[in-house]
Structure formats: C-alpha cells, structure tokens
C-alpha cells in the first residue's frame, strides 16, 4: 500500500522561502514519477512541478526559477523548495505519486495522493 505524507506547510511573509517534503512508502521514489501540486480556495488543483524516475524535472511556468523539486532516494522523500514565495501561491500542496504516468500535468495520471499540506503567504 503506498502512503504520501507531506509537511512543511506553513504561514510565511512574501519573499520567504519553506521547503515542502513528501515521504513515500510502499514504493520507491526513485522508480516512480513523483509530483508536487496546489489547489487554492475555490480553484482547481493544478500542476506545480514533477520528477520522474529517469530523472527530468517539470514546472508550471508560474513557479519557474522559484521553485526547485528534488529527491533523497535513500529517505525515500522527494522535496519541494520553494523560494520568492508570492501570496498567490497560497494554497494546499498536494504530493502524488504514480508508477506509469502519461502526462504528469494532468491530476487523472497520477495514481496516488498525499493528505495536503496548508502553505500561506501573506503580503
């Protein structure tokens, strides 16, 4: 059975940074696609950033140069470093997980979901 659990959320100042970590069991990080996404009040969930197993990191245009995502494999964490945070990128940080993925800018390609973890930038 695999099981996401991310923390780091938190409340900080616009231009601070957090770093978001999502640990994985049940299947390792580095044989898998891992991805980072966001979901604000009354909007859809959307795609922030991904990792897959060969390695290639993905991000939404909206966090490029800003956000970096990464993994331990030996922690079997992958990260979400977040810096120049801007108030809109207050929302509830989804991490997900998925062994076969087609797109990973899609919510349906991922397989498994993390419960979520509040970040909120204030100005």
Known sequence: QVQLVESGGGLVQAGGSLRLSCAASGRTVSSSSMGWFRQAPGKEREFVSAIISGG??????????????????????????????????????????????????????????GQGTQVTVSS
């Open 56 to 113: 290639n990191t993905y991000y939404a245009d909206s966090v490029k140069g800003r956000f970096t995502i990464s993994r331990d494999n030996a922690k079997n964490t992958v990260y979400l470093q977040m810096n120049s945070l801007k108030p809109e990128d207050t929302a509830v940080y989804y991490c997900a997980q998925s062994y076969y993925i087609t797109s990973v800018y899609r919510t349906s390609s991922w397989r498994y979901w």
